[in-house]
Each structure stands twice: as C-alpha cells, then as structure tokens.
C-alpha cells in the first residue's frame, strides 16, 4: 500500500503566500513514481488540476495559478511541494496531492486526505 499525506495548509490573507508538502511511503512505491500533482476542489465545484510535475521534472500549471504557484519534487525524499504566492481569496479550497506509480507493467493512482487553504480578503 501507499500513504500520501500533505501537510502545510492554513489561514492566509490575500496577497500572502503558502507552501504545500505531500510525502507519500509504502511498499509499492518501489515500482517507480511517474507524476505527482495538485488538484484542489473549492465548495460547490468540481475537483480541479492545479498544477503537475512528470519524472522528468515537466511542469503543467492551471490558467489561474500561472506566474503565481511553482511545483516542484524530491526524488530522494518521494515529496512533491507546491509553493503558493500572491494568494488570492478564489484559491481558497481543499488541495488534494495526487501519486501516480508506474512500473513493471503497473500504474496506480493515490490521493491524500486534502488539506485546506483558505485566502481571507
């Protein structure tokens, strides 16, 4: 099994910023990461992709988030970071860290709890 666990979410006022860590541990990461990514879901609305990173470090950001998030990754640590400035309030959602294992023939996907951000005007 994988454990995917996010840390870092909070209270922040607009402008500010915030930066998310999601550390995933288990067994059967040993066949390989591929992408690791942030999606966020705000109340009312669908999960969203925020932003994603591939094993070869190729970055994909949302229209809304471009210019202000920066993703990155440690391999060594099997930790995906999503630092988060010029905050603003529609940012406010649940932000869900996403794993994608691929190796030997397998691909499995897993997510975090979430963890709140929530951008006060």
């Known amino acids: 099994q994988v454990q995917v666990v996010e840390s870092g979410g909070g209270l922040v006022q607009a402008g500010g910023s915030l930066r998310l860590s999601c550390a995933a541990s288990?067994?059967?990461?040993?066949?390989?990461?591929?992408?690791m990514g942030w999606y966020r879901q705000a109340p009312g609305k669908q999960r969203e992709l925020v932003a994603s990173?591939?094993?070869?470090?190729?970055?994909n950001y949302a229209d809304s988030v471009k210019g202000r998030f920066t993703i990155s990754r440690d391999n060594a640590k099997n930790t995906v970071y999503l630092q988060m400035n010029s905050l603003k309030p529609e940012d406010t959602a649940v932000y869900y860290c996403?794993?994608?294992?691929?190796?030997?023939?397998?691909?499995?996907?897993?997510w975090g709890q979430g963890t709140q951000v929530t951008v006060s005007s």
């Open positions: 996403r794993v994608d294992l691929r190796g030997y023939g397998l691909e499995y996907s897993y």
């Open positions: 288990g067994s059967t990461i040993s066949i390989g990461i591929n992408a």
């Open positions: 990173i591939s094993s070869g470090n190729i970055t």
